[in-house]
């Protein structure tokens, strides 16, 4: 779904996930250096995206959306493939 056909509390939803991931991203410890966010920062963190998560999903039910649909990219393929592993033969003594 594109943003045009989002409505606009679902457009400044998306786009406060994406800023609030990025920041996350952006300020994600290298390993050994210590976190520059607090303990309470990080909950309140999760709660966020809890909350962004749960008005989507009413947002997604009102508008008669299933509430299974997930994103995906729109290069991304439709449908899976099964790939068969050959195994060599086993050698025998």
Same mark, same amino acid.
């Given at each position: 779904m594109g943003m045009e056909n989002l409505s606009k509390e679902q457009r +400044? /939803? $998306?786009v406060l996930r994406t800023v609030l991931? !990025? +920041?996350v991203k952006e #300020?994600? %410890?290298r390993p050994g250096v210590? $976190?520059? /966010?607090?303990?309470? #920062?990080v909950a309140d963190i999760r709660d966020l995206f809890g909350l962004i998560a749960e &008005?989507?999903?009413e947002l997604a039910?009102?508008?008669? /959306? %299933? $509430? #299974?649909a997930r994103p995906h990219f729109a290069d991304e393929p439709q449908t #899976?493939?099964?790939?068969k592993i050959? &195994? %060599? %033969?086993?050698?025998? !003594?």
């Open positions: +400044i /939803l $998306r991931g !990025n +920041i #300020t994600a %410890p210590p $976190r520059a /966010l607090s303990d309470d #920062t &008005r989507e999903a039910e009102d508008a008669g /959306l %299933p $509430r #299974t #899976t493939h099964a790939v050959h &195994r %060599p %033969p086993k050698k025998s !003594n």
